[in-house]
């Protein structure tokens, strides 16, 4: 079946600070939908209020995939039930190798007695990092420490192809990349595309959707979608920038949190 | 200053104990000296850590062992550690006395000596004698006097100039008689551009407070290498007091790996001195405190020698009440141009009332030389596990990956496989997993 995701009426603060304002958003399985809008919007917070990072506090609404409403599980239990976030910033952890880490992941997927054998893991993983043009050491390496930012980069796409999510939220994640690595994590998340699997792109230049062609594109400012259309919309923002939208709807700083 | 170091036992029984053991005249005679230096002197004084709670006056009295005929008849609690060592070279001691030694035909042919220490005290006095309690000395302070008076049981290895010995010779120090003082002493000297490694078990079996004051002596010969590895996993009723010390010659080399898995209170002091031009040291600590422990730990490079470099890490998981000290101490001497002195402390905690300090001292008084000291105190940060639990992990496995994650950069670097795969389960079973 395929995955049905549902955001509706979604606040979360930090600190106190109410950062998203009211997200709704649908999309289906098959579908990619990019996100979209200038620095300080609320894109990130989005992403983290959905996988459930410790700092920010959902007040209101819901989010479900296949009718259970994520908001309401802990991270790992979000995870498992098949929403995936590739991360801007992940962390670097010294001392756990990306493959006990990934195993780690895939075995927590998996009934107790019924672990994934070494062997078949190795090899998937492997021909997985060949496809991404990443040097088979990264598999010893220490989760991200030492990484690049391109390397860090990634190595989320292949969790994200290791781990097979029904939702991935790709979180800017062509920032401090080149064009050709940006090309590679393209077309290691095109390769996922599938008819069970959703797609939601966050990102503040078109560029990325040169590689990676939505369906849907929203357009976030002060912490709500403010717009949104297809692909179409894309192209008028790479080429016009976001004033016409401020204009249009009467917004002089789109930016959330600035209030007094 | 007056102390009031309770002495366990006279001068008379001390001497007619040596002489019941058949120990030579100089042995009796270095006993009864430190018996008395143990009554003038005081504790020693360690940083923020006051030992004088710590059973440091239940040294219980010397009760001989029963020989072992073979390791079928080893008692249980130490039956694994020794699983398949019948060829093995290995000693035994339980409570007072070395139970069990062997050593194969090939290394005694080589001129290898590995015995327990009363025996080598007999048998290669001359040898002994010239080195015990040079570097762990009895004037030092209560503790090690008393040690140099009660010493019991022990290991005297010595590797004779160019041997070159590739598998470990072990030991295994078990305290299962509270009554019978447990004061074993380790006494290693490795001659010239000799080499070996020596892997070492502490182990009790006992309800009953006690304690266990321990030496060790390394001396490492011009071009030698020693890789002395300890495991400590003594009860809570066991207070463990442990000084180690290596001397080392010109272009030899000391290795330490230590593992503090006690569940009691421990203090232990590993000191490399690179008396010799191109020494060198290395020290890796690891360590898990639990319950309401209080330890403290030290590590010390000593340069003398001119291009000496020293490395010495530790890494210590505190969890519950666990409360520890660690201290890492450079000391660089003057003339000992192009030393370079490494240190590393980690503490991670794991509770609110677990604690950690971690105290790196580099006293240097030569300019030509370069060194460095890193230290971190802290929890399990909450965005790793966040990011481990993006991925499904949960969170118990998301905070055990982190803690053996923290402890795996010292520990993949231990190179002995068995050695390695024994702490690592060691540390699973002190952090309750």
């Keep these: 079946m395929a995955a049905e995701f549902v955001i509706e009426g979604l606040k979360a603060t930090i600190e106190g600070k109410e950062i998203l304002k009211g997200i709704n958003l649908s999309m289906k399985g098959g579908e990619i939908h990019a996100i979209m809008g200038p620095n300080g919007t609320g894109k990130s917070t989005l992403a983290s209020a959905l996988m459930g990072h410790p700092k920010y506090e959902v007040t209101e609404g819901t989010a479900t995939l296949e009718g259970e409403d994520l908001l309401e599980m802990a991270v790992d239990e979000r995870a498992r039930a098949g929403l995936f976030l590739a991360m801007q910033y992940p962390s670097e952890i010294s001392g756990?190798?990306?493959?006990?880490?990934?195993?780690?992941?895939?075995?927590?997927?998996?009934?107790?007695?019924?672990?994934?054998?070494?062997?078949r893991f190795i090899r998937q993983m492997e021909a997985k990092m060949k496809e991404l043009d990443m040097n088979p050491e990264f598999l010893h390496r220490y989760l991200n420490e030492g990484f690049s930012g391109g390397e860090k980069k990634r190595n989320e796409i292949l969790q994200m192809m290791m781990l097979d999510p029904k939702i991935v939220v790709l979180d800017e994640i062509d920032s401090g990349l080149d064009i050709d690595a940006l090309k590679i994590v393209a077309e290691g998340v095109n390769s996922m595309r599938s008819e069970e699997r959703g797609f939601l792109v966050i990102t503040h230049y078109q560029r990325l959707l040169n590689y990676i062609k939505p369906d849907f594109v929203?357009?976030?400012?002060?912490?709500?979608?403010?717009?949104?259309?297809?692909?179409?919309l894309a192209q008028r923002l790479e080429a016009e920038g976001y004033e016409w939208i401020k204009e249009e709807l009467g917004i002089e700083d789109e930016t959330v949190g600035q209030e007094a | 200053m007056t102390t009031q170091t309770i002495l366990p036992v006279d001068a008379k029984a001390l001497s007619e104990l040596s002489q019941?053991?058949?120990?030579?005249?100089?042995?009796?005679?270095?006993?009864?000296?430190?018996l008395e230096l143990a009554a003038e002197l005081g504790l020693p004084k360690l940083e923020k850590t006051k030992i004088d709670p710590w059973n440091v006056d239940n040294y219980g009295t010397y009760k001989s062992s029963q020989v072992l005929t073979d390791l079928s008849a080893v008692p249980a609690s130490i039956a694994e550690l020794v699983k398949d060592q019948e060829q093995g070279n290995l000693i035994i001691q339980r409570n007072s006395g070395a139970v069990y030694t062997h050593l194969s035909p090939e290394l005694a042919a080589q001129g290898v000596i590995f015995t327990d220490l009363q025996t080598a005290a007999r048998e290669h006095g001359e040898l002994v004698q010239r080195y015990l309690h040079q570097a762990v000395k009895p004037e030092e302070h209560s503790i090690a006097a008393l040690h140099a008076a009660l010493w019991n049981g022990g290991v005297f290895l010595y590797v004779p100039k160019n041997v070159v010995i590739e598998t470990p010779l072990q030991a295994v120090l078990l305290t299962d008689d509270a009554e019978a003082a447990f004061v074993p002493h380790i006494l290693i000297v490795a001659d010239t551009n000799s080499s070996v490694t020596y892997v070492d078990n502490y182990v009790s079996d006992k309800a009953e407070a006690g304690l266990h004051n321990g030496a060790v002596e390394v001396f490492v010969g011009a071009g030698a290498h020693v890789r002395y590895a300890t495991v400590h996993q003594l009860g809570a009723d066991t207070a463990d007091i442990t000084y180690r010390r290596a001397i080392v010659d010109n272009d030899g080399t000391?290795?330490?790996?230590?593992?503090?898995?006690?569940?009691?209170?421990?203090?232990?002091?590993?000191?490399s001195i690179l008396k010799g031009n191109g020494s060198s040291s290395d020290a890796k600590v690891i360590a898990v405190g639990s319950g309401s422990q209080k330890l403290n730990y030290t590590t010390q490079a000593q340069h003398f020698g001119k291009n000496t470099p020293s490395d010495m890490i530790t890494r210590a998981v505190m969890r519950e009440e666990a409360n520890s000290i660690i201290n890492g101490i450079t000391k660089i001497e003057k003339g000992a141009t192009r030393a370079d002195g490494q240190q590393t402390e980690k503490v991670l905690m794991l509770s609110p009332k677990a604690r950690g300090d971690a105290n790196p001292i580099l006293l240097i008084d030569e300019d030509d030389v370069t060194a460095g000291h890193a230290a971190s105190v802290g929890q399990v940060n909450p965005e790793q596990v966040y990011y481990l639990m993006s991925r499904g992990i949960s969170r118990r496995d998301a905070e055990a990956l982190i803690i053996y994650g923290f402890l795996a950069p010292v520990v993949s670097q231990i190179p002995l496989e068995g050695l390695r795969t024994q702490l690592q389960s060691l540390v699973e079973r002190k952090l309750g997993q």
């Design chain 1, 96 to 119: 756990v190798t990306n493959s006990d880490f990934l195993r780690s992941a895939i075995n927590a997927r998996r009934e107790e007695g019924n672990e994934i054998s070494l062997i």
């Design chain 1, 218 to 232: 929203h357009v976030m400012m002060q912490g709500r979608i403010v717009k949104s259309g297809g692909p179409e």
């Design chain 2, 20 to 34: 019941s053991n058949g120990e030579p005249n100089w042995l009796q005679a270095s006993r009864l000296s430190a």
């Design chain 2, 254 to 271: 000391i290795e330490w790996i230590v593992g503090e898995m006690n569940y009691g209170h421990t203090a232990s002091d590993t000191k």
